[in-house]
């Protein structure tokens, strides 16, 4: 038995899935979000072993894989509900909530063997993070700028 067989898993396709979701989980742990590169990682290499599992468990027909991916996807879904916190009519955590979602469906892509897809998704995810973030910084700070020349501008009363 060679040590560095660990059939039906590959050692390509765990190092995609640890790196994958560590890499979205680094970008909300320099945030101070849930699910920090821990986490991410993990939900990543669970989907992935539960797709590459069932794969070689039931051969290479049509069979339930089906069925163990819609159980994946609803088992997150619990997951990503627990992160979300309704405070003062607000809902916090939703945009976690979706990273933990979408890092299921990484780590499914990578079981099913579509590993570029899964690099590509990742800088497809990072991009959103972190440009919206940006959007939302530079738009806040031009209200901010825009109301207080406003307030500049209002007459005195005396």
């Given at each position: 038995?060679?040590?560095?067989?660990?059939?039906p898993l590959s050692?390509?396709?765990?190092?995609?899935?640890?790196?994958?979701?560590?890499?979205?989980?680094?970008?909300?742990?320099?945030?101070?979000?849930?699910?920090g590169v821990r986490?991410?990682?993990?939900?990543?290499?669970?989907?992935?072993?539960?797709?590459?599992?069932?794969?070689?468990?039931?051969?290479?027909?049509?069979?339930?894989?089906?069925?163990?991916?819609?159980?994946?996807?609803?088992?997150?879904?619990?997951?990503?509900?627990?992160?979300?916190?309704?405070?003062?009519?607000?809902?916090?955590?939703?945009?976690?909530?979706?990273?933990?979602?979408?890092?299921?469906?990484?780590?499914?892509?990578?079981?099913f063997g579509y590993?570029?897809?899964?690099?590509?998704?990742?800088?497809?995810?990072?991009?959103?993070?972190?440009?919206?973030?940006?959007?939302?910084?530079?738009?806040?700070?031009?209200?901010?700028?825009?109301?207080?020349?406003?307030?500049?501008?209002?007459?005195?009363?005396?």
């Amino acid at each position: 038995m060679d040590f560095f067989d660990i059939y039906p898993l590959s050692i390509i396709g765990v190092l995609s899935a640890v790196l994958c979701g560590g890499i979205i989980g680094l970008e909300r742990q320099i945030f101070g979000k849930p699910a920090g590169v821990r986490t991410s990682a993990l939900i990543c290499l669970g989907a992935y072993l539960f797709i590459t599992m069932s794969l070689t468990a039931l051969g290479p027909g049509p069979g339930d894989v089906t069925r163990v991916l819609g159980q994946v996807v609803s088992g997150i879904g619990f997951l990503g509900a627990g992160v979300i916190i309704s405070r003062e009519e607000a809902l916090l955590g939703v945009t976690s909530a979706a990273v933990i979602w979408v890092l299921a469906a990484m780590g499914a892509l990578i079981g099913f063997g579509y590993y570029t897809s899964a690099y590509f998704l990742t800088i497809v995810i990072l991009s959103i993070l972190l440009g919206v973030e940006w959007i939302e910084r530079t738009y806040k700070a031009v209200i901010e700028q825009v109301g207080s020349t406003l307030e500049d501008q209002k007459p005195r009363s005396r």
